[in-house]
């Protein structure tokens, strides 16, 4: 890639964020709650993640609006700027906004020119040399759509970066561990094989977006890389963590991306409500070591979770395992692979495994998964089972 490659990185990681995220509020009786981000702030302090050797802070910009005109249609930006102030008509709803999910909220534009604008920061930090790793807390909007809002998302900011990523040369994998299924950022990448999209989520079967079968493979030259790994309900660490090595570290030797760009939705916790997974904290943190561990450069973004405390716990860990910091906590070392904690108010969570008949159905199914992915993926990117 560029001179990025060549100059080592000054720090291991950067948090990209500002409290005017935070405070941006969609309403009492919307799930999605910004104020997630300061949670975790609080929480990265009090294990004292924020500062020292490794680690530096960005207060982000609000991106231009031309930063999302190379992602969105011009059109949808601009009835969203209108329901920005308030405006709810027959256009808005047309593209998706004036809707329970995606209701007209004042100055939601700002919001997403800001939230984008942190993570135009990330793809500026891991570019120019400030960090390996950056993590935007608010951010993952992979719901929008080029031309409509859906499922809390207005604007794509990821989408936004891949745009920004490509129109350098760079090549983009995105992984996205969001409970939901990456709809928005594989529709606008369907066809391009200079990003590998690879999504694991809780089977559209059960959970919205109700698609991202392993059947969606891509179209055209982008034939084979879109990778989509349904998981059923109650798949938990153990079903997870073996579904992801199997797949993601060999995709990602083969594909050789510049930059990953990461979906950490914290949706797929166990005490999620809205989605029907079991993962715990600890898998988190595992996940995104694996990650950073794969990337040569890393652009974090938070997504969904929607029990607050639990996904700042989540991605408090996220932040440790970028940084290549070992929290001081209840953790307790590993055990059978797992990490677990011996507090419940710590941040790794005890061990929750499914068990039975569902893990089995699980365990079944992530591995037919799996197999699809190596018999039909695997030889067209070149990618060998480990
Ligand atoms: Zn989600």
Same mark, same amino acid.
């Given at each position: 890639m560029s001179s990025a490659e060549t100059v080592p990185p000054a720090n291991l990681a950067a948090l990209i964020h500002t409290d005017e995220l935070a405070r941006f =509020?969609?309403?009492d009786d919307h799930p999605f709650k910004p104020l997630r981000a300061r949670t975790t702030i609080e929480l990265c302090a009090r294990y004292g993640l924020l500062d020292g050797p490794g680690v530096v802070r960005i207060a982000p910009q609000a991106a231009e609006p031309a930063y999302l005109e190379r992602f969105h249609d011009p059109a949808y930006l601009a009835v969203l700027r209108r329901a920005s102030g308030g405006v709810h008509d027959v256009a808005a709803l047309a593209r998706g906004i004036g809707t329970e999910d995606c209701p007209v909220l004042r100055g939601i534009w700002e919001f997403c020119l800001l939230a984008t604008g942190a993570t135009q920061a990330c793809v500026a930090a891991v570019l120019d040399g400030t960090a390996r790793r950056a993590f935007n807390l608010v951010g993952g909007f992979h719901h929008a759509f080029r031309g409509r809002a859906e499922g809390?998302?207005? $604007? &794509?900011? *990821?989408? *936004? *970066?891949?745009? =920004?990523l490509l129109a350098r040369g760079l090549r983009v994998a995105y992984v996205d561990l969001d409970a939901h299924h990456g709809n928005g950022v594989q529709d606008a990448f369907y066809a391009e094989d200079r990003v590998l999209k690879i999504s694991l989520h809780e089977s559209g079967a059960t959970?919205?977006?109700f698609g991202g079968a392993e059947t969606e493979l891509g179209a055209g030259r982008g034939l084979g890389? &879109? $990778?989509n790994v349904p998981l059923l309900e109650r798949t938990d660490d153990e079903v997870y963590l073996e579904t992801f090595e199997a797949l993601v570290p060999p995709l990602l030797e083969a594909?050789?991306? =510049? $930059?990953? $760009?990461a979906e950490l939705g914290a949706d797929a916790h166990v005490s999620d409500p809205l989605s029907h997974l079991r993962l715990t904290s600890g898998a988190y943190y595992r996940l995104v070591e694996r990650l950073c561990a794969l990337a040569p450069r890393l652009v974090g973004l938070g997504g969904g979770g929607y029990d607050v405390f639990r996904a700042a716990r989540c991605w408090t860990l996220a932040w440790a395992a970028m940084a290549e910091r070992e929290p001081q906590d209840g953790y307790a070392g590993l055990v059978g692979?797992?990490?677990?904690?011996?507090? &419940?108010d710590g941040l790794f969570d005890r061990p929750s495994p499914t068990t039975g008949a569902a893990k089995d159905r699980a365990r079944a199914e992530a591995r037919r998964v799996v197999e699809f992915h190596r018999r039909s993926v695997f030889p067209r990117l070149g990618a060998t089972s480990p």
């Open positions: =509020d969609y309403g809390f998302c207005y $604007v &794509n900011d *990821a989408g *936004a *970066a891949i745009e =920004d959970l919205y977006p890389f &879109n $990778v594909f050789r991306p =510049d $930059v990953v $760009v692979g797992m990490m677990f904690g011996s507090e &419940n």
